[in-house]
């Protein structure tokens, strides 16, 4: 199953990655706003590699890595049963502090709560559109194995109950 959940994760996580840029790029052209060379400092810092003021393959690198690799958590989620809008906005707010821990880490960035408001509204916009679009590749690629446990314990009797046990382990 580890396998499946990272290749799928990774499917999902690229593709939510290529959903966001397209939304920075089309959001960028209409603010005005310029790249950011947050992800590529982030990689310098990380890998001890030099860091220069703008470096392209370096930031395609990091912005793309870090969403694949991210991607599998929500893979896990679909995997799980963890499916549809709301485990979407959940796994935002895991790509969120997955930016925040490498950026604050390694002093490249500061935190959300510091930053002017419209900066941080560009930002949320930009990782719900990567969040809902991982979410929805991953669980369709997770929906083609079942529902997964969480649902099919959810099917003997839904919500939190003490007297519906665990599924059966052979399941």
């Given at each position: 199953?580890?396998?499946?959940v990272?290749?799928?994760?990774?499917?999902?996580?690229?593709?939510?990655?290529?959903?966001?840029?397209?939304?920075?790029?089309?959001?960028?052209?209409?603010?005005?706003?310029?790249?950011?060379y947050?992800?590529?400092?982030?990689?310098?810092?990380?890998?001890?590699?030099?860091?220069?003021?703008?470096?392209?393959?370096?930031?395609?690198?990091?912005?793309?890595?870090?969403?694949?690799?991210?991607?599998?958590?929500?893979?896990?989620?679909?995997?799980?049963?963890?499916?549809?809008?709301?485990?979407?906005?959940?796994?935002?707010?895991?790509?969120?502090?997955?930016?925040?821990?490498?950026?604050?880490?390694?002093?490249?960035?500061?935190?959300p709560?510091?930053?002017?408001?419209k900066?941080?509204?560009?930002?949320?916009?930009?990782?719900?559109?990567?969040?809902?679009?991982?979410?929805?590749?991953?669980?369709?690629?997770?929906?083609?194995?079942?529902?997964?446990?969480?649902?099919?314990?959810?099917?003997?009797?839904?919500?939190?109950?003490?007297?519906?046990?665990?599924?059966?382990?052979?399941?």
């Amino acid at each position: 199953m580890i396998r499946r959940v990272v290749w799928q994760g990774l499917v999902a996580g690229a593709v939510g990655a290529a959903a966001m840029t397209a939304g920075e790029k089309l959001e960028q052209r209409l603010t005005g706003r310029p790249d950011s060379y947050v992800p590529a400092r982030v990689l310098a810092r990380l890998t001890g590699l030099p860091e220069q003021r703008k470096d392209r393959v370096l930031n395609l690198t990091m912005h793309y890595g870090q969403a694949a690799l991210v991607g599998a958590v929500r893979s896990l989620m679909a995997q799980a049963g963890l499916r549809g809008p709301v485990s979407s906005a959940k796994f935002m707010v895991v790509r969120l502090t997955t930016d925040q821990i490498l950026e604050n880490l390694t002093g490249v960035g500061a935190p959300p709560q510091t930053w002017p408001r419209k900066e941080l509204a560009v930002d949320l916009l930009h990782k719900a559109v990567y969040a809902f679009a991982t979410g929805v590749v991953a669980d369709a690629l997770a929906a083609k194995d079942g529902p997964g446990p969480g649902l099919r314990h959810a099917r003997l009797r839904p919500g939190r109950h003490s007297d519906v046990g665990p599924l059966p382990r052979h399941e």
